[in-house]
């Protein structure tokens, strides 16, 4: 027994958690120099990956409307439009999108934020409203 799972991922490596590669894979987009690759992309994560999984990853990315990509021969080169506080913010927006009582979802929300998160959150409500005046 070789300890490999038939995916070629060793078992008792950590699987990654829900994000997270799409977070690495922004990361690296936002590294680059310019539009690049999948294979760079890849290489920059250690090349461990797939690069099917890689593609995967950039497909999602782009459905999300956090990368864009453009033909370049018979690839394409892929450009992040994204930060990591956006990518999250798209995940959020994606939630609250499928929920039918939008009130209650940002209410238990709200009410579950932290004392210097509910600050920062009326500030930028309150710089929103004095920006709607103008």
Known sequence: MT?????????????RGQGELEAQVLGALRDAPGAVNA??????????????TVIT????????GAV????????FAWTAVADGAGLAA???RKVLDAE???????????????VDDERVLRDLLAQESREGED
């Open 3 to 15: 300890g490999r799972s038939g995916s070629g991922r060793d078992r008792s490596s950590p699987r």
């Open 39 to 52: 294979g760079w992309v890849r290489e920059r994560l250690g090349g461990d990956l797939a690069y099917t």
């Open 57 to 64: 990853i950039l497909t999602r990315l782009r459905v999300k």
């Open 68 to 75: 864009t990509r453009e033909r370049t021969g018979r690839s």
């Open 90 to 92: 798209l995940r959020m």
């Open 100 to 114: 039918s009582d939008r009130a209650a979802v940002l209410t238990s929300f709200v009410t579950t934020l932290s």
